[in-house]
T-cell receptor, first 116, second 115 residues
């Protein structure tokens, strides 16, 4: 049971290049998330997928697109990378519980992206 | 919308002394609250979670947190720090304003432990 896996671990891009960050989970979770982490700002939600076949914008979606390929996989695409997108990107997943108790999110190890 | 404020960006302790990491929250309803820990160059790991069952929540590695509604606080404590506790700690609140529960993170507290 690997939990949440992310590829690649590190990436350097030039401004204007595109790339896709991959995420997969083997916990049969319904919901998946993409965050970015910047110094002094905690984690901010980029996009999320409440269930297979749905995606929604989070707090900072501009410059990104996502695809929920199937229940296991959720990818994040940068179409034209900018230096402001230099960050550490985390994928997470959670079950969907009934009621108002919040689900625990399980995080991947992160992708460190630098845009020159 | 819900929010959390972590009152200290850095906390320094000596090994064997108590740890206190402070967090205040803002929520228009009974919140779910979490503490996550992030060791250097690693992902985030859940320390503990409050879901209104008990106000004192025990987590992994000897950490615990107490939910105080009157003070809107959820401070993280540990009686005796260990060198391996050096990490960044995030206080997190669940936001369900849009009908789907999302997590809102504080800005983090870096815990430094000296021998």
């Amino acid at each position: 049971n690997a939990g949440v896996t992310q590829t690649p671990k590190f990436q350097v891009l030039k401004t204007g290049q595109s790339m896709t960050l991959q995420c997969a989970q083997d916990m049969n979770h319904n919901s998946m998330y993409w965050y970015r982490q910047d110094p002094g700002m905690g984690l901010r939600l980029i996009y999320y997928s409440a269930s297979e076949g749905t995606t929604d914008k989070g707090e900072v979606p501009n410059g990104y697109n996502v695809s929920r390929l199937n229940k296991r996989e959720f990818s994040l695409r940068l179409e034209s990378a900018a230096p402001s997108q230099t960050s550490v990107y985390f994928c997470a997943s959670s079950e969907v519980s009934a009621g108002y108790v919040a689900d625990t999110q399980y995080f991947g190890p992160g992708t460190r992206l630098t845009v020159l | 919308a819900q929010s959390v404020t972590q009152l200290d960006s850095h906390v320094s302790v000596s090994e064997g002394t108590p740890v206190l990491l402070r967090c205040n929250y803002s929520s228009s309803y009974s919140p779910s609250l979490f503490w996550y820990v992030q060791h250097p160059n690693k992902g985030l790991q859940l320390l503990l979670k409050y879901t209104s069952a008990a106000t004192l929540v025990k987590g992994i590695n000897g950490f615990e947190a107490e939910f105080k509604k009157s003070e809107t606080s959820f401070h993280l404590t540990k009686p005796s720090a260990h060198m391996s506790d050096a990490a960044e700690y995030f206080c997190v609140v669940s936001d369900r304003d849009t009908g789907f529960q999302k997590l809102v993170f504080g800005t983090g507290t870096r815990l430094l432990v000296s021998p």
